[in-house]
Structures are given as C-alpha cells and as structure tokens.
Nanobody
Framework: QVQLVESGGGLVQAGGSLRLSCACS????????MGWFRQAPGKEREFVAT????????FYADSVKGRFMTSRDNAKNTVYLQMNSLKPEDTAVYYC??????????????????????WGQGTQVTVSS
C-alpha cells in the first residue's frame, strides 16, 4: 500500500558529494519512520541512517557518522540522504525503507532492516578513487 521511489544515485569522485531522494506515494508519509540501507556486491545489507516521524531524531552507522545526513520534508512526502566526503567504500546500491512504528523509536530497532515494512527499488552509488 506504500510505494517508495528513489533517485539521485550516480558516479562521483572520492571526496565528492551526492544527495539521494526517496518519495513516498501515499499521504500517510508523516506516520512512518524512514531508513537508509546499502548493499555492496557480495556483502550483506547494512544500516546507514534512520530518521523519526517528525525528523527530530536521527541515528547513523559509525562508518558514515559525520559525513552523511538524513532529513525529511513531510509536506513533500520525501526523505533525503546527503552524502559528503564520499569514499570508494561507500559504493553500493542504496535503499530507502519505511515503517509505521507504534512503540519507541530506538537505534536498536531501526538499524535493523527486518524492522521495515516497505522498500524502495534501490539506486546505485559509485565512488571512484
């Protein structure tokens, strides 16, 4: 019942920046916590960032902390991932995900991909050295 459409992926040089967007098809967007995950070839899907319903709380993986920032615009039904100081190790397919949570928004719960109900199609990010 919820569709997520990602955009903004591409090829950038190390040290560069990129902003990903994820648009939600339904008007209940503000009820969902949103997460960002990535998956490199041959590796497991890993947590990147997550943001609460109102946008007042965010959590980040240690590998991206200080470089990546996630935000949301509930009026536009869109969540963003701003990626700065990109490294070749950031190369992966990036996915956004949504979950209608009924309990507390915690790092333990929302850094786990199994928590999320809806997923976008993914967008490729490639960082050259």
């Amino acid at each position: 019942q919820v569709q997520l459409v990602e955009s903004g992926g591409g090829l950038v040089q190390a040290g560069g920046s990129l902003r990903l967007s994820c648009a939600c098809s339904r008007g209940a967007f503000s009820m969902y916590a949103m997460g960002w995950f990535r998956q490199a070839p041959g590796k497991e899907r890993e947590f990147v960032a997550t943001i609460s319903r109102s946008g007042d709380t965010t959590f980040y993986a240690d590998s991206v902390k200080g470089r990546f920032m996630t935000s949301r615009d509930n009026a536009k039904n869109t969540v963003y991932l701003q990626m700065n100081s990109l490294k070749p190790e950031d190369t992966a397919v990036y996915y956004c995900a949504a979950d209608l949570y009924l309990t507390g928004f915690t790092y333990i719960a929302y850094s786990n991909h199994r928590k999320y109900t809806y997923w976008g199609q993914g967008t490729q990010v490639t960082v050259s050295s």
